[in-house]
Nanobody, 121 residues
Framework: HVQLVESGGDSVQAGGSLRLSCQAS????????MGWFRQAPGKEREGVAA???????VYADSVKGRVTISRDKAKKTVNLQMNNLNPGDTGMYYC????????????????WGQGTQVTVS
């Protein structure tokens, strides 16, 4: 089994930055893609960024140029650097893993962390 634990969420002012981290443990050998998703109150969960086994990345249009996803394979961590945050970035941020193609689609990811809250005011 794979376990994912997110950290780094916080309350920040608009224009600020945050770095989220996701620590994976367990049977991570078959994971082909790691992604970050977010869910604002009353809205559906949406993809933010994803990184594949070959380090190819995918970003939502709303975060391109402001967000960078990276991974440390040795440490089994995936990070999300977010800059120039705005209130629209507020939400619970989830880390997830996929055994298939690296997409931003929620349904392609099987394992999920508990989330870390990001609030931008």
């Amino acid at each position: 089994h794979v376990q994912l634990v997110e950290s780094g969420g916080d309350s920040v002012q608009a224009g600020g930055s945050l770095r989220l981290s996701c620590q994976a443990s367990g049977d991570t050998l078959m994971i082909s893609c790691m992604g970050w998703f977010r869910q604002a109150p009353g809205k559906e969960r949406e993809g933010v960024a994803a990184i594949g086994a070959g380090d190819a990345t995918v970003y939502a249009d709303s975060v391109k140029g402001r967000v960078t996803i990276s991974r440390d394979k040795a440490k089994k961590t995936v990070n999300l650097q977010m800059n120039n945050l705005n209130p629209g970035d507020t939400g619970m941020y989830y880390c997830a893993s996929s055994l298939g193609p690296c997409t931003g689609r929620v349904g392609d990811f099987l394992k999920w962390g508990q989330g870390t809250q990001v609030t931008v005011s």
